[in-house]
């Protein structure tokens, strides 16, 4: 899927090496055609669900910090500004923008059903983040400033944190079918129709590769049927038309509440670690000791 090219592409300039690396051990597969075999773990599933969240959101973050720094704002102002810009750049560009086709084409509905699964992986991105870029901007002035390598040498290391920090709120999306992971357009769909969330044992399902059925009859056994590309058949049910609701994640509202209620206690220790460790209110003028 070309969102998820460009969310490798964006990663890979945020982390680095690291994220060359990621790339990779999770999705690149000895030979092209192995890729839908090749991406259908679970566990590859979340890293692509992770990067496609982390492309969004460290990219509204980034660009927010830079505007906070030229605006000469405090820390904790900064902190603020690069949650709403990092979320509204997740949501509403990279998850439901992107992503509308799984949705019937429509935005508004992709809006709707990517709020949840967004903002708990943006909570998960800046729990990740937080400490490292405050407490390593509270100790080098320099490493404030977009002009310094320093700056991107912070963010590289508070997206790599990010990342580490939001692939358990991935990984558990992914299994409850709450978000899409890691696939091909025969998993995750294309041109329009609804397909429904899919997770687990019927995403592997889903991405195996199609055989032909000449191969079989070389020896001797019958032909395997063609995996269809409508993945509605997997719950015995008909295609839902664009715009149906009627595909719902296995989750429920008590578990989606719980998830929640551990990324916000995930953020506030880490703004609280933050604040111990640097100076929330610190600003771009404030002369450090030494300087």
Not at 75 to 81: G, K, R
Not at 147 to 165: C, E, Y
Not at 179 to 198: E, F, N, R, S
Not at 203 to 218: E, F, K, N, R
Request: glycine share 12%.
């Amino acid at each position: 899927m070309t969102v998820m090219k460009w969310g490798f592409i964006l990663v890979t300039l945020f982390m680095g090496p690291v994220g060359a690396f990621i790339y990779v051990l999770s999705c690149k597969p000895p030979v092209p055609e192995a890729h839908a075999e090749f991406v259908t773990p679970l566990w590859k599933q979340a890293v692509g669900s992770t990067v496609h969240c982390l492309a969004g959101d460290a990219t509204g973050i980034i660009l927010a910090a830079a505007l906070t720094t030229a605006m000469g704002l405090r820390m904790w102002h900064d902190l603020v500004a690069e949650y709403v810009l990092g979320f509204v750049f997740g949501l509403f560009i990279f998850q439901a923008l992107f992503m509308r086709d799984m949705f019937g084409g429509s935005y508004s509905r992709a809006v709707r059903k990517s709020l949840y699964p967004e903002w708990v992986s943006m909570n998960a991105v800046m729990a990740g983040m937080v400490p490292v870029m405050v407490i390593l901007m509270s100790r080098d002035m320099s490493s404030m400033h977009p002009s310094s390598l320093r700056f991107w040498g912070v963010m590289s290391l508070a997206t790599i944190a990010g990342f580490i920090a939001a692939y358990p709120v991935n990984l558990w999306l992914v299994g409850v079918g709450a978000k899409h992971g890691m696939g091909t357009v025969l998993a995750l769909g294309k041109g329009g129709d609804t397909l429904p969330l899919m997770a687990g044992a019927e995403l592997a399902i889903a991405t195996q590769p199609v055989q032909d059925p000449g191969m079989h009859s070389l020896h001797g056994a019958a032909p395997q049927p063609k995996a269809k590309a409508d993945m509605h058949s997997l719950h015995g049910a008909a295609p839902a038309s664009s715009g149906s609701d009627s595909t719902l994640p296995r989750v429920t509202l008590p578990q989606q509440l719980a998830m929640a209620g551990l990324t916000l206690i995930a953020l506030w220790g880490a703004t609280l670690l933050a604040g111990v460790g640097g100076k929330l209110g610190m600003g771009t003028g404030t002369p450090m000791p030494g300087m």
